[in-house]
Nanobody
């Protein structure tokens, strides 16, 4: 059973930066595709970024150039560096995992494991 625990959320002002982390346990992290999703108030959960086991990355257009996903296989962690935050980035951010050398995907239905989420609030 894979367990994912997010951390790093908080309240920041527009234009600030924030770094989220997700610690994974119980699986083979190095062969997993890891992703971040978010759910804004009143909206469906949406894809943010993904990091594949082979080093590939994928970003949503809304965050491209501002957010960077990275992973540390030795520590079984995946991070999301968020710069130039906007009001519309306010959401609960979720870490997700696809095991066994899966390809990158924006589809949440393909991710088998999920964390509980961490709140990010951007104020003006």
């Amino acid at each position: 059973q894979v367990e994912l625990v997010e951390s790093g959320g908080g309240l920041v002002q527009a234009g600030d930066s924030l770094r989220l982390s997700c610690a994974a346990s119980g699986g083979t992290f190095s062969s997993s595709t890891m992703a971040w999703f978010r759910r804004a108030p009143g909206k469906a959960r949406e894809f943010v970024a993904a990091s594949a086991w082979n080093g590939g990355t994928l970003y949503a257009d809304a965050v491209k150039g501002r957010f960077t996903i990275s992973r540390d296989n030795a520590k079984s962690t995946v991070n999301l560096q968020m710069n130039s935050l906007k009001l519309e980035d306010t959401a609960v951010y979720y870490c997700a995992a696809r095991p066994r050398f899966s390809i990158l995907s924006r589809s949440e239905s393909l991710y088998a494991y999920w964390g509980q989420g961490t709140q990010v609030t951007v104020s003006s």
